[in-house]
């Protein structure tokens, strides 16, 4: 048995009354909204209730984060990598819990509530190591006796809106950098993991109130309504980094560009993997099975279609469909559960609707396809064998739904590969030099990330994430997207006693 309320407790989060739903230093419960009622897809049950978040509690956390900006830009640099570093460590001390609770709100299994966690301590040691490293140019003048330099300054304050399958760790991809960037963060996460978010502003806090740094990060727990679309307004916030759905993008996408703001946006992906006649299959098989199934499917990067060489597709087939076989589905917080449940009734419903689709546009279901009878919300993995172009498999539906498709050639297996609306993730299975090199080419994958015999799901911190087309072209969480969160000023130093100008221009008034 679980004693859910006995950890709630441990994380700082009450299992019976309204609990805070803004953080700006200090917590703040307002009744004027409803509270949102949080409930495990594990098994439909009341975690607890948080207090809906007000326009008034997003103004509160742009005002703490303006206040505490001052200050915070000019703290040195490695300095507020301390303040990172201390994160960690309070993270590394909670990882138990917090993974924990992942579990119960987010229903991914136990490892994958331990390993979101875990990506948030990599994410503060890599913000660490930045944080004495925020480089900037030398260049060369053409003028005598100048120097040209480039550097690079905060922003100011950041605005993180999150989504529910990454209830924490894509707030640490934002806020770490942000914060050894010297800028200050208010944080909307998702309306359906407003516990983890808590628990997150609770961890923080101890070590913002014993350094003497609250302001520095923000958050608050409202919808789009109360947070989103005022933040995405709001010309205090010169930079919001939005992950969600392509529908949520194309909303704010626009609308931030025409206050001349900058967004960083992560969006849907639709991602394939390639399997060649020459692949290690057993190697191909697992990635594909994690991909596709891990996270009950609901990753950005999950594997949503596969293409098969001819050779060996129809084997590859019967070996998949008898894994899935094997595959435990069920309760997330039972060791050895590698399917959890989907996020809620609608997913579900979601799910139901796309299959009928697949089926009434002629896909074959080899396996999968219902709607496990029990309290939570869960799906049966389901393959799909599909002709090339089906149009099902170009949307992203946020299931576990592979489809399958025969092809003859790489060539053929790029292009449709390629053939859909969004660009994040891709992987080739494959022994030949020739094949990987196609593939990761100019002429290959045109997604943001391409993998050779290693799936589609599954990043690590330190390479910079993000995709093309429909999946928004932001990259974070590594390499030097650093500098998107600050400005770059160049400057051009005089040390003689002449103003030549550039080009030859001449100009005087002796
Ligand atoms: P969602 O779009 O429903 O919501 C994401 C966030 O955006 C939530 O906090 C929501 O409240 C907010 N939001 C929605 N509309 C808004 C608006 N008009 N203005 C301001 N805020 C708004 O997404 P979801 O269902 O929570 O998450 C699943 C989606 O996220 C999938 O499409 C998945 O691929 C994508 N995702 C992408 C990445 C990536 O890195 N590319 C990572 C995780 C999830």
């Given at each position: 048995?679980?004693d859910?309320?006995a950890?709630?407790?441990?994380?700082?989060i009450?299992p019976v009354g309204v609990?805070p739903?803004?953080?700006?230093?200090?917590?703040h419960?307002d009744?004027?909204l409803?509270?949102?009622v949080v409930?495990?897809p594990r098994?439909g049950a009341?975690l607890?209730?948080?207090s809906h978040?007000?326009?008034?509690d997003y103004?509160?956390?742009?005002?703490?984060?303006?206040?505490?900006?001052?200050?915070?830009k000019?703290?040195?640099?490695?300095?507020r990598?301390e303040?990172?570093?201390?994160?960690?460590?309070?993270?590394?001390?909670?990882?138990e819990?917090?993974g924990?609770?992942?579990t119960?709100?987010?229903?991914k299994?136990?490892?994958?509530?331990?390993?979101e966690?875990?990506e948030m301590?990599?994410m503060a040691?890599?913000?660490?190591?930045?944080s004495?490293q925020?480089?900037?140019?030398?260049?060369?003048?053409?003028r005598?006796?100048?120097?040209?330099?480039?550097?690079w300054?905060?922003?100011g304050?950041v605005?993180?809106?999150s989504?529910?399958?990454?209830p924490?760790?894509v707030?640490?991809?934002?806020?770490?950098l942000?914060?050894?960037?010297?800028d200050v963060?208010?944080?909307?996460?998702?309306?359906?993991t407003?516990l983890?978010?808590?628990?997150?502003?609770?961890?923080?806090d101890r070590?913002?109130?014993?350094?003497?740094?609250r302001g520095?990060?923000?958050c608050a727990?409202?919808?789009r309504h109360?947070?989103?679309e005022?933040?995405?307004?709001?010309?205090?916030?010169p930079?919001v980094s939005?992950?969600g759905?392509?529908?949520?993008?194309?909303?704010?996408?626009?609308r931030?560009a025409?206050?001349l703001g900058?967004s960083?946006?992560?969006?849907?992906g639709?991602?394939a993997?390639?399997v060649m006649?020459d692949?290690d299959?057993r190697?191909?098989l697992t990635?594909?099975?994690f991909g596709?199934?891990?996270?009950?499917g609901?990753r950005?990067?999950?594997?949503?279609?596969?293409?098969?060489?001819k050779g060996i597709?129809?084997?590859?087939?019967r070996?998949?469909?008898?894994?899935?076989?094997?595959?435990p589905?069920g309760?997330?917080?039972?060791?050895g559960?590698?399917?959890g449940p989907?996020?809620?009734r609608?997913?579900?419903?979601?799910f139901?609707?796309?299959?009928d689709?697949?089926?009434?546009?002629g896909?074959?279901?080899?396996c999968?396809g219902?709607?496990?009878?029990?309290p939570?919300?869960?799906v049966?993995p389901?393959?799909v064998?599909?002709?090339?172009?089906?149009a099902?498999?170009?949307?992203?539906?946020?299931?576990p739904?592979l489809?399958?498709?025969d092809?003859?050639?790489l060539d053929?297996?790029?292009h449709?590969?390629?053939?859909?609306?969004?660009?994040?993730?891709?992987?080739?299975f494959?022994n030949?030099v020739?094949?990987s090199?196609?593939f990761?080419?100019a002429?290959?994958?045109d997604?943001?990330?391409a993998?050779?015999n290693?799936g589609t799901?599954?990043?690590e911190?330190?390479?910079?994430?993000g995709g093309e087309?429909e999946?928004?072209?932001g990259r974070?969480a590594?390499?030097d997207?650093?500098?998107?969160?600050?400005?770059?000023?160049?400057?051009?130093i005089n040390?003689g006693t002449?103003?030549?100008?550039a080009?030859g221009?001449?100009f005087s008034?002796?």
């Amino acid at each position: 048995m679980h004693d859910i309320p006995a950890l709630l407790r441990r994380l700082g989060i009450d299992p019976v009354g309204v609990n805070p739903g803004c953080y700006d230093g200090e917590f703040h419960t307002d009744s004027s909204l409803p509270p949102i009622v949080v409930h495990s897809p594990r098994d439909g049950a009341v975690l607890a209730r948080v207090s809906h978040a007000t326009k008034e509690d997003y103004e509160r956390c742009v005002s703490a984060g303006l206040v505490a900006f001052e200050r915070w830009k000019m703290c040195p640099a490695p300095q507020r990598g301390e303040v990172v570093r201390q994160i960690g460590d309070e993270l590394r001390k909670a990882k138990e819990d917090l993974g924990a609770l992942v579990t119960f709100e987010a229903g991914k299994v136990v490892t994958e509530g331990l390993g979101e966690v875990q990506e948030m301590i990599d994410m503060a040691d890599f913000a660490v190591g930045l944080s004495r490293q925020l480089y900037g140019l030398v260049i060369q003048s053409e003028r005598p006796r100048h120097r040209m330099i480039e550097q690079w300054h905060p922003i100011g304050t950041v605005g993180v809106i999150s989504a529910f399958n990454f209830p924490v760790a894509v707030w640490s991809w934002n806020a770490f950098l942000a914060g050894i960037c010297g800028d200050v963060v208010v944080w909307k996460p998702s309306e359906r993991t407003p516990l983890t978010a808590l628990a997150v502003c609770r961890i923080v806090d101890r070590v913002l109130e014993r350094t003497g740094w609250r302001g520095v990060f923000n958050c608050a727990i409202g919808d789009r309504h109360t947070v989103g679309e005022p933040m995405v307004a709001d010309h205090r916030v010169p930079l919001v980094s939005a992950t969600g759905s392509t529908s949520m993008g194309r909303q704010i996408g626009p609308r931030i560009a025409a206050r001349l703001g900058r967004s960083l946006l992560e969006l849907g992906g639709n991602n394939a993997v390639i399997v060649m006649d020459d692949a290690d299959l057993r190697l191909a098989l697992t990635a594909v099975a994690f991909g596709a199934v891990g996270t009950a499917g609901q990753r950005c990067t999950t594997t949503r279609r596969l293409f098969l060489q001819k050779g060996i597709a129809a084997d590859f087939t019967r070996r998949l469909v008898a894994a899935y076989g094997k595959i435990p589905v069920g309760d997330p917080a039972e060791p050895g559960t590698m399917c959890g449940p989907l996020i809620d009734r609608g997913a579900v419903e979601t799910f139901r609707r796309t299959i009928d689709a697949i089926r009434h546009a002629g896909g074959d279901v080899l396996c999968g396809g219902r709607v496990i009878d029990r309290p939570g919300n869960y799906v049966e993995p389901t393959i799909v064998k599909a002709p090339l172009g089906f149009a099902c498999s170009k949307e992203e539906v946020f299931a576990p739904i592979l489809y399958v498709f025969d092809v003859a050639s790489l060539d053929e297996a790029i292009h449709h590969q390629n053939d859909v609306p969004q660009g994040l993730s891709s992987a080739i299975f494959t022994n030949s030099v020739r094949a990987s090199e196609q593939f990761l080419s100019a002429v290959g994958s045109d997604c943001g990330i391409a993998n050779v015999n290693i799936g589609t799901s599954g990043a690590e911190i330190g390479g910079a994430f993000g995709g093309e087309k429909e999946t928004g072209g932001g990259r974070e969480a590594g390499s030097d997207v650093w500098k998107t969160y600050m400005r770059r000023q160049t400057n051009t130093i005089n040390w003689g006693t002449d103003l030549p100008l550039a080009q030859g221009v001449k100009f005087s008034i002796d």
